[in-house]
């Protein structure tokens, strides 16, 4: 007993000793490699020997080696909400100068506001959204809001960072940056914010945005269990003007000399602004129970239970002092604000099997909302109650499958019980060859209610106060897509029944028209490079055949950039990417953004006439930064030409903008 307790304490010992030289080494390979140097070492004692290889034989079961861990970019991944994996991508693009704005987003089919922050008017439509459950409303005010399934996850081997910036419209700028790190190989977390200010060239339109997210993955060893769960804050405040006044708009249209500097033309909100503030906890988590199962003869394998629970609160805010721009107030000082709570809790179970081809999920949904203000309304018509709120329990399946190079997908869901009703089915066949060329064919038919805002609203202005009970909005989507190497194109046929919208903004009561629209749209993308130089277009055509008068879309989009790419310098230490976008869209009735309702609402006065943007970049890459340098619509230099972003909303002037993206790997 003594002689062990010895042996015992005579290991600890020289474990204490050689931990303390070995902490200051970071990695497991570098403290594989130092042990091994040690042991080989003349001046090494037998027993010293004996104690470290034995800790190293520990170190090999484990799976650390001597040879040194080299990071490598496959290895740097970020992984979106369907699953789909990406890298982190330092390289410049004729794709990243088209995302190099506060979204991240390319822009093509949304006209900007003057400002950055504010909303964008919606040049084409896609009715691709699966849910059955209505959206809150403030749909335009959504832009710069994260959804679930905007949040990205990240799996790095060392702390990776971004950071991006561009300035603002004549003071301000916008910051977005994430950090990504682990303390283990299995396990991912992620810090994010994004901060923007900027005050505009035009009165009282300020934004000033702030979305803050952070994510956690965790696998573990053996890789039965799996979770995903991120929270995010965000709260985003703009200035309404309520674009500019008649007389001022007369002034605009003549490039009268005295109102060069926008701030001396009169709007017609002085001191209203609109604000969304939104929170949200979500988890996605899942259990492999087995990887075969046996069930009769058949064998069903990777059988997997998962459960995703997502709680979320929003409000939307609009104050003002006395105005007569959206008719009579119940009082001098306009305080509206709209809660929203919601609750989803959805159960799945995925497995594999013979008898059905491929992977399968059935899934069970329980979801509970709620939408309310501090007290009951009357108007001339009717009492409008302060909350809204019910449940819908809802069931679905999806399902994978592949014969070679062609591929099915399905998805189905439907209400089973509750206060709402709804159901979406989408089917979906591709194929991809060798060279990755594609060509798919996918039907959606969705019904669900429209959104809340439609239903239910209450404000201090009279005429926006409603309770309805609109039937469902029926969807068919048809599209069909060819991508090759040479060139992408997509055509699709919608049919709308019971659309709803508002009707204009001096009465906003919101209307549901009862007959289908049919609407139909071809997009084309080609790029062609000869040497150093590019041409990229991408062409939309699209029509509502019929309900143009409620369903309002250009019919044709379009957007060109030629530019010349090139690394430069003896050294080639700098890529350059220089060129000239055309943006154009043809003239037609836009819709007015009314910031009562955060909405837009058609009207049928004014139109936006067609004419170009034109827009001169420069663009650098000096190892993992790339910089961008751009004069935006420099034809209003030599025409003087008027551009509106709606009916009473001017586009930006001239202007010259500077913004980069930068990546750290350590």
């Not at 992620?190 to 702030?210: C, D, E, F, I």
Request: aromatic share 16%.
């Amino acid at each position: 007993m003594k002689d062990t307790l010895l042996a015992f304490f005579f290991c600890l010992s020289y474990s204490f000793i050689w931990s303390q030289e070995l902490d200051s080494i970071k990695t497991p390979s570098a403290i594989t490699s130092k042990i091994e140097s040690i042991i080989e070492s003349e001046n090494s004692n037998l027993k010293k020997r004996i104690f470290l290889t034995s800790k190293i034989q520990h170190l090999k079961k484990l799976g650390v080696n001597s040879e040194p861990e080299k990071a490598n970019y496959l290895d740097y991944k970020i992984i979106d909400h369907f699953q789909d994996t990406t890298l982190v991508d330092t390289t410049l693009t004729i794709s990243k100068e088209y995302k190099m704005n506060y979204l991240r987003k390319d822009l093509f089919g949304l006209h900007s506001f003057e400002n950055q922050g504010q909303v964008f008017t919606k040049l084409t439509h896609s009715f691709n959204n699966p849910s059955i459950v209505p959206k809150f409303g403030a749909i335009a005010k959504h832009i710069n809001y994260y959804e679930i399934e905007d949040i990205k996850y990240y799996e790095v081997p060392t702390p990776t960072s971004e950071f991006f910036y561009k300035s603002g419209l004549d003071q301000g700028q916008v910051l977005d940056s994430w950090l990504a790190m682990n303390t283990h190989r299995n396990l991912n977390f992620s810090l994010a914010y994004k901060g923007l200010r900027s005050l505009g060239n035009y009165r009282n339109s300020l934004s000033s945005h702030v979305n803050f997210r952070s994510t956690i993955s965790y696998r573990s060893n053996n890789k039965r269990y799996q979770i995903r769960a991120h929270y995010s804050s965000q709260n985003l405040m703009n200035q309404e003007n309520g674009g500019l006044t008649t007389e001022s708009l007369t002034l605009f249209d003549s490039n009268h000399s005295d109102f060069k500097q926008r701030g001396r033309l009169d709007v017609n909100l002085e001191d209203a602004n609109s604000r969304l503030i939104g929170k949200r906890y979500y988890f996605n988590q899942n259990y492999t129970l087995s990887k075969t199962h046996q069930h009769f003869t058949k064998k069903i394998t990777d059988l997997k239970l998962g459960h995703v629970f997502t709680y979320e609160t929003k409000q939307y805010h609009f104050n003002s002092g006395s105005t007569s721009v959206f008719e009579d107030q119940f009082k001098t000082t306009t305080t509206d604000k709209t809660s929203y709570k919601t609750m989803n809790n959805q159960i799945y179970l995925d497995f594999t099997a013979p008898y059905v081809m491929g992977n399968f999920r059935v899934l069970a949904n329980y979801y509970s909302y709620f939408q309310g203000y501090k007290a009951v309304a009357l108007n001339e018509s009717q009492t409008i109650p302060n909350q809204l709120k019910g449940n819908l329990i809802s069931a679905g399946a999806h399902w994978n499958a592949s014969v070679k190079n062609i591929y099915f997908s399905a998805k189905a869901s439907t209400a089973i019980t509750g206060d709402l009703t709804g159901s979406n089915l989408f089917l979906k066949a591709s194929f991809k060859n060798a060279d990755k060329d594609k060509i798919g064919l996918s039907l959606q038919l969705n019904s669900k209610s429209p959104n809340f805002q439609f239903l239910f609203f209450q404000s201090n202005h009279k005429a926006y106060n409603w309770r309805n009970h609109f039937k469902n909005i029926r969807t068919r989507n048809l599209n069909l897509y060819v991508n090759t190497k040479w060139i992408e194109t997509s055509v699709t046929a919608s049919q709308i029944e019971n659309f709803t919208y508002f009707n204009d903004a001096s009465q906003p009561f919101p209307n549901q028209y009862n007959k289908k629209i049919n609407y139909f749209k071809v997009k084309v993308n080609h790029e062609l490079k000869i040497g150093y130089f590019a041409l990229n277009n991408t062409f939309l055509y699209q029509k509502a055949a019929t309900g143009a008068t409620v369903f309002k879309v250009p019919e044709f989009v379009g957007r060109s950039t030629f530019y010349f790419s090139k690394k430069v310098f003896k050294k080639k230490s700098l890529f350059l990417q220089t060129g000239i976008t055309a943006n154009y869209f043809s003239t037609y009735q836009t819709n007015l953004y009314n910031p009562v309702l955060g909405s837009f609402t058609v009207q049928n006065t004014k139109k936006i006439e067609a004419k170009p943007l034109l827009n001169l970049f420069v663009n650098g890459q000096i190892r993992r930064t790339r910089l961008y340098l751009k004069a935006e619509n420099i034809l209003f230099l030599t025409s003087k030409k008027n551009y509106y972003s709606s009916p009473n909303q001017p586009y930006r002037d001239f202007t010259i903008r500077f913004g980069f993206v930068w990546n750290f790997f350590d």
